[in-house]
């Protein structure tokens, strides 16, 4: 039986090789894990890697019956101006960047306009068109926080506390409102375990958080687009599928959460370009690994 040791050190050689700008690296296989540090153990924006947790946090709230996933995601925040065909766009298609709503990532979208939310629900949309925005992320946390208050401090009891998460950074905008698909600042082992909450359906320690029909929206539900690279041709409610059988959650500069089976590999990095060779290189190990748990090829 392969163990998570023995898929981490060669996960680690594999990476070394490639000159891979990795700071942290976990495997987990089963119970069993294995983690490695280049750099100093401490928290590091996972940048997109957080879009995950937004859905999350849609799930618990819908869950519990507090909002709506599928409702116009202006019947829970109504700019003064709204634009044409908005109102037919809810925070399932904020999610999956399929609002067809256009608004280009820049480093101070944040700052860019006097309110971000407003000025992305002010712009058309054109139907359930692909736009990858952090915007459209932010927007459907802005409308979730009408209804649960701060999303921070709500998620604390309702999902960090359980994982054994205290009090993680959230970076955020002039208006006090998380920055949402970004800034939220993780350990690699705490970003692990967000990662084996998911491949778990939900379930911590035996204890049911959310529902499986949001971890399963993570690895379903795909859209698919026209993409220069396949690691970049289908998009869930938060996820990249790929590479090949596998699929993940990807932060800029290399945050990414790689889901093989019942193989979960955890890396924070600062390297931007390596990232998707980083994640083929762990793919061909894990796929190459003759270690399987029964099931596991369904997950």
Avoid at 39 to 66: I, M, N, Q
Wanted: hydrophobic share 40%.
């Amino acid at each position: 039986m392969t163990s998570a040791r023995d898929v981490l050190g060669q996960v680690v050689r594999a990476l070394d090789a490639d000159g891979f700008g990795a700071d942290a690296v976990h495997v987990l296989l089963a119970d069993d894990s294995a983690v490695h540090h280049w750099s100093p153990d401490v928290r590091r924006d996972v940048h997109s890697a957080a879009k995950a947790v937004c859905t999350l946090a849609v799930g618990l709230a819908c869950d519990a019956g507090l909002y709506n996933v599928d409702a116009p995601v202006t019947r829970y925040l109504r700019p003064p101006v709204i634009g044409q065909g908005v109102d037919a766009v809810t925070t399932r298609h904020l999610l999956s960047m399929t609002s067809g709503i256009d608004l280009a990532w820049s480093e101070t979208m944040l700052t860019d306009w006097p309110d971000l939310a407003h000025e992305f629900l002010s712009r058309p949309s054109a139907g359930r068109v692909f736009q990858y925005s952090n915007a459209s992320t932010y927007t459907a946390m802005r409308a979730l926080s009408s209804v649960v208050g701060d999303l921070a401090d709500w998620l604390q009891p309702a999902l960090f506390t359980p994982l054994g998460i205290d009090d993680p950074p959230w970076d955020r905008c002039p208006h006090g409102y998380v920055a949402a698909g970004g800034g939220l600042h993780l350990r690699v082992e705490e970003l692990a375990r967000l990662g084996r909450l998911i491949r778990d359906d939900g379930v911590w320690e035996g204890r049911r958080l959310v529902s499986s029909r949001w971890t399963t929206g993570l690895r379903s539900d795909w859209t698919e687009r026209d993409a220069a690279s396949p690691a970049y041709a289908r998009y869930s409610l938060g996820a990249w599928g790929g590479p090949g059988d596998a699929w993940r959650l990807h932060g800029a500069h290399g945050q990414l959460v790689l889901f093989l089976g019942d193989a979960v590999v955890t890396i924070q990095a600062h390297d931007h370009a390596g990232a998707d060779l980083a994640s083929e290189r762990v793919v061909a190990i894990l796929g190459s690994r003759e270690w399987r748990r029964s099931g596991a090829a369904d997950r």
